[in-house]
């Protein structure tokens, strides 16, 4: 079996809430108009929203895109809910800046979207760059992501198209 590198896993735990959670309750609430579907164009701009949410490093505006108890699972780590995904993307934006991330594709099924793209980033530290393709699936309700799980690749990146 490869080894797989996350780099999330790899963030200490710390008590870095310094972005509101408030685009939470303006984004995702239990008040949503419940879909049975949500449209194509909806997911493919939710997806959009957090790769521009990752890009800039807005921890608030990733984690306004869950539902109440939504899931953010990648490789060794699970968070549930908004504060624990925004305390999860802060950590992680504190250490790393992303350089690019790029859409390879997007197949989507009904409320789930199988995401695959390519991920570079740069700790803050060392100034070490990493690469990893990613594949994510994420299941969708009522307008907004209800699980994001990350599958990911740092070992055999195929760098970008």
Not at 29 to 52: F, H, L
Not at 109 to 124: F, L, N, T
Not at 146 to 152: L, N, Q, T, V
Request: glycine share 4%; hydrophobic share 45%; with cysteine.
């Amino acid at each position: 079996m490869i080894p797989i590198q996350v780099h999330i896993a790899q963030i200490p735990a710390q008590p870095l809430l310094t972005q509101s959670i408030e685009p939470f309750s303006a984004v995702c609430s239990e008040t949503s108009e419940i879909n049975t579907v949500t449209p194509s164009d909806q997911i493919q701009s939710i997806i959009q929203q957090a790769r521009e949410a990752w890009l800039t490093g807005n921890a608030a505006a990733f984690a306004a895109l869950f539902v109440a108890e939504g899931e953010f699972i990648a490789p060794g780590n699970r968070w549930i809910g908004p504060e624990q995904i925004l305390q999860a993307a802060a950590d992680y934006a504190s250490a790393y800046d992303v350089l690019k991330i790029d859409i390879r594709q997007v197949i989507q099924v009904g409320d789930r979207a199988v995401v695959e793209w390519y991920w570079q980033d740069r700790e803050k530290a060392t100034g070490n760059e990493t690469q990893a393709d990613d594949a994510i699936v994420i299941d969708f309700q009522a307008g907004c992501i209800a699980r994001w799980r990350e599958y990911i690749d740092a070992i055999s990146p195929q760098g970008s198209d």
